[in-house]
């Protein structure tokens, strides 16, 4: 049981480029959600999906795409990255209910020259 | 938008000592969860917490739940080098059931 995994571990990217990151969950989760987490800063909801073919925009979205895949998967798209967009990304699946748990994955660390 | 705000945001202590950290809100949450986060890893789920002035225990963490449910504290006892890490505090209410997360407490504790 590998939980919640993410894809790359690290990248680097340059002004303008596009790179998509991957995120699967093997817990059978309905939700899913992205996070970036800056310094001071704490975790910032990007992007998330409520179940299977939904998605919703969070706290700050601008800049970036997202696809629910399958129920295990739910990608995270940049078309063109900007240096602002450099920061330590979180993939986490939750499955439902009052109160909820969230399961973090081990995070993507992306810098954008 | 529901504000939480986590004080101190840094905190070097020496093994042994007890520390308190806190989380506080003008808004009232249904439930409130605490996560610690070790260095390259993601956020791990301690406590839950959904009553107004429920106290859970973990161990040497000791949570506690406001009355109002606007606030909450965790009392570290007898602090260790291993409780080393970021605590990040996360409420739920105003209808929606996704957290809204604090900015989290980075504790250092030294052998």
């Known amino acids: 049981n590998a939980g919640v995994t993410q894809t790359p571990k690290f990248q680097v990217l340059k002004t303008g480029q596009s790179m998509t990151l991957q995120c699967a969950q093997d817990?059978?989760?309905?939700?899913m959600y992205w996070y970036r987490q800056d310094p001071g800063m704490g975790l910032r909801l990007i992007y998330y999906?409520?179940?299977?073919?939904?998605?919703d925009k969070g706290e700050v979205p601008n800049g970036y795409n997202v696809s629910r895949l399958n129920k295990r998967e739910f990608s995270l798209r940049l078309e063109s990255a900007a240096p602002s967009q450099t920061s330590v990304y979180f993939c986490?699946?939750?499955?439902?209910?009052?109160?909820?748990?969230?399961?973090f994955g081990p995070g993507t660390r992306l810098t954008v020259l | 938008t529901q504000l939480l705000e986590q004080s101190p945001q840094f905190l070097s202590i020496q093994e042994g000592e007890n520390l308190t950290v806190y989380c506080n809100s003008s808004?009232?949450?249904?439930?409130l969860q605490w996560y610690r986060q070790e260095p390259g890893e993601g956020p791990v789920l301690l406590v839950t917490?959904?009553?107004?002035?429920e106290v859970k225990k973990l161990k040497r963490l000791t949570f506690q739940f406001g009355d109002a449910r606007k606030d909450s504290s965790l009392h570290i006892t007898a602090a260790q080098p291993g409780d080393t890490g970021l605590y990040l505090c996360?409420?739920?209410?105003?209808?929606?059931?996704?957290?809204?997360f604090g900015r989290g407490t980075s504790l250092i504790v030294h052998p």
């Open positions: 996360a409420g739920v209410g105003g209808g929606s059931y996704i957290p809204t």
């Open positions: 986490a699946s939750s499955p439902g209910g009052a109160p909820d748990t969230q399961y």
């Open positions: 817990m059978n989760h309905n939700s």
């Open positions: 917490v959904v009553t107004g002035g």
């Open positions: 808004s009232v949450f249904s439930s």
């Open positions: 999906s409520a179940s299977e073919g939904t998605t």
